[in-house]
């Protein structure tokens, strides 16, 4: 059982807006730690999408975006292609813990 | 550019131990942390622990805690990650992964990237 929890699935028709959220609690998003963003594709590994809340790294289309608010966080895609049909895992730190902590990853289908 | 490039698969025997090595090339060595984070088939993503390359101090999520080493040689720009007392649970794709912040988020936490291709360790009798 991760300590961040995102949906399991989310599904969406090319060219459509879809959401990933990403809730933690007072230990790790709440107590104002950073969410970051990742994305794996079959077989590969995972690649950073998102730091620090809401920035792009270089060659991320801005089609990805995040916001970050209370104890969750959330990953929006607008402009739905085929190519980002993959995984999404949510990453922060956790102070209980003292260390980094995941979510349990999102599977976005393109219908 | 930026490289984290992993040692091939291994297979081991349950109660085997194993070592993972990461050579990073690039950037300065000293500059960043390295975290290890596995995969098990068909799951998702979980932390393992992290080394400072500077002074070879380690912090471990407490599940791996006694039973993985994590160690780095500067001479040759390699950071291993070796698991003992393997279980069958352990099998897993292990990566390894530079630890990064700004200079106005550190105490906020690191992101991981790049990261290394992934090793695959299969703990079978």
């Known amino acids: 059982q991760s300590v961040l929890t995102q949906p399991p699935s989310v599904s969406g028709a090319p060219g459509q807006r879809v959401t990933i959220s990403c809730t933690g609690s007072?230990?790790?998003?709440?107590?104002?730690?950073?969410v970051h963003w990742y994305l794996q594709l079959p077989g590969a590994a995972p690649k950073l999408l998102i730091y620090?809340?809401?920035i792009r790294p270089s060659g991320v289309p801005d089609r990805f975006s995040g916001s970050k608010s209370g104890t969750s966080a959330s990953l929006a895609i607008t402009g739905l292609q085929a190519e980002d049909e993959a995984d999404y895992y949510c990453?922060?730190?956790?102070?209980?813990?003292?260390?980094?902590?995941f979510g349990g990853g999102t599977k976005v289908t393109v219908l | 550019q930026v490289q984290l490039v992993q040692s091939g698969a291994e297979v081991r025997k349950p109660g085997a131990s194993v070592k993972v090595s990461c050579k990073a090339s690039?950037?300065?060595?000293?500059?960043?942390?390295i975290h290890w984070v596995r995969q098990a088939p068909g799951q998702g993503l979980a932390w393992m622990g992290w080394?400072?390359?500077?002074?070879?101090?380690?912090q471990f999520a407490q599940k791996f805690q006694g039973r993985v080493t994590l160690t780095r040689d500067m001479s040759i720009s390699t950071y291993y990650m070796q698991l003992s007392r393997l279980r069958s649970d352990d099998t897993a794709v292990y990566y390894c992964?530079?630890?990064?912040?700004?200079?106005?988020?550190?105490?906020?936490?690191?992101?991981?990237?790049?990261w290394g291709q992934g090793t695959l360790v299969t703990v079978s009798s």
């Open positions: 992964a530079r630890g990064d912040c700004s200079s106005t988020s550190c105490s906020r936490g690191n992101w991981f990237g790049p």
């Open positions: 007072s230990s790790n998003i709440g107590a104002g730690y950073d």
């Open positions: 990453q922060s730190y956790d102070s209980g813990l003292s260390g980094g902590v």
């Open positions: 690039g950037y300065t060595f000293t500059d960043y942390y």
């Open positions: 080394i400072n390359p500077n002074s070879g101090g380690t």
């Open positions: 620090t809340n809401t």
